[in-house]
């Protein structure tokens, strides 16, 4: 198959880590154009890449040669950025979070379905092995209905002042916004049922503080099913548990601090170890795949839209201090 002709949108810290850690080397993707406005940036870019550099972005939409466009520019202008993409006939991929306001994903939705173009959003928490293992384990291991998933997530952020549920235009997405939005993208993933609310809160402190940064929410399903996301932002160490319950049985992915991925599937009298794939998914093969053949994304829009909703219920619940019904 004839590899996907991308365009990068964006060389900031995000467009250079896309084309060094994802795309240089991937056989199903060939990068044949970058774009950004910063002449510093694009520039050196440019000649170390040996590609076609532009610094408006039209002239990366009137390249003919551009299948799809990778956007990595800041959140606040994907959105738009997008949109122009399908009105020119382009497909995108736009880095997360792709929004900072479900309204405007909305729009990107509206705006792709009506060019007939593919539009996706690149989650690198959907294909870390964990996921990929409690997600296929669900698929084909009788563990019953799932009823609970919870999160415990320690980081360390550059950036101590923004912490925050939704994103700031002038600041960018922040870091709880962005982890909060994957973390609820995997959950959608597992539990696609109806969302009945959320309760959110999060509270920021001098990095001096013992007691560091901390936000905790609860998502509850109309079927039962409730998601717990909760974390400790001042912890030195990164770290993450994943705890899903079936009704026949329970599964467990942890990561220990200094060791590999480790899993376990349990049932009642039973217990036996999960097999974990050795690397991440080929996003950008499925990408392409979807593009030339029409296979499935590894995200539907309509979630990542669920998830961005999940977002603003958290933002209002902080608000009211009470349950935002979704």
């Not at 993707?29 to 550099?53: D, H």
């Not at 690397?279 to 990408?287: A, L, S, T």
Request: with cysteine.
């Amino acid at each position: 198959m004839e590899p996907l002709r991308i365009g990068v949108a964006g060389l900031g810290s995000a467009g250079l880590d896309l084309l060094e850690n994802e795309l240089s080397g991937n056989p199903a993707v060939n990068v044949v154009a970058i774009c950004e406005s910063q002449s510093q940036r694009l520039y050196p870019a440019r000649q170390a890449l040996n590609l076609r550099g532009y610094q408006d972005y039209h002239d990366l939409l009137d390249d003919k040669d551009v299948e799809l466009i990778a956007i990595a520019a800041p959140p606040d202008v994907r959105p738009d950025l997008a949109v122009r993409a399908f009105d020119a006939g382009k497909h995108a991929v736009v880095l997360s979070p792709p929004a900072l306001e479900s309204w405007q994903y909305k729009r990107m939705m509206k705006a792709a379905s009506a060019a007939d173009r593919l539009l996706a959003c690149r989650i690198p928490a959907l294909d870390c092995p964990a996921f990929i293992g409690l997600r296929d384990a669900l698929r084909d291991e009788p563990v019953g209905d799932v009823f609970d998933v919870s999160h415990a997530i320690l980081i360390n952020p550059p950036d101590w002042n923004d912490l925050s549920w939704h994103g700031d235009p002038l600041k960018g997405a922040g870091i709880l916004n962005t982890l909060a939005f994957e973390m609820m993208c995997r959950t959608v993933e597992l539990l696609p049922d109806e969302i009945q609310d959320a309760y959110g809160r999060a509270a920021g402190r001098r990095r001096s503080d013992d007691f560091g940064d901390w936000f905790w929410a609860a998502v509850r399903f109309r079927n039962g099913s409730r998601i717990i996301l909760e974390g400790d932002i001042a912890a030195p160490i990164p770290r993450q548990e994943w705890r899903v319950g079936g009704r026949a049985g329970e599964i467990e992915i942890l990561k220990a601090q200094d060791g590999p991925w480790r899993s376990v599937l349990r049932y009642p009298g039973n217990e036996r170890a999960l097999d974990l794939p050795d690397k991440p998914e080929d996003f950008w093969g499925r990408v392409a795949d979807a593009v030339r053949d029409g296979a499935e994304l590894p995200i539907r829009p309509e979630r990542v839209h669920k998830a961005m909703r999940v977002l603003e219920a958290l933002a209002q619940s902080q608000e009211d201090d009470e349950p935002v019904r979704i």
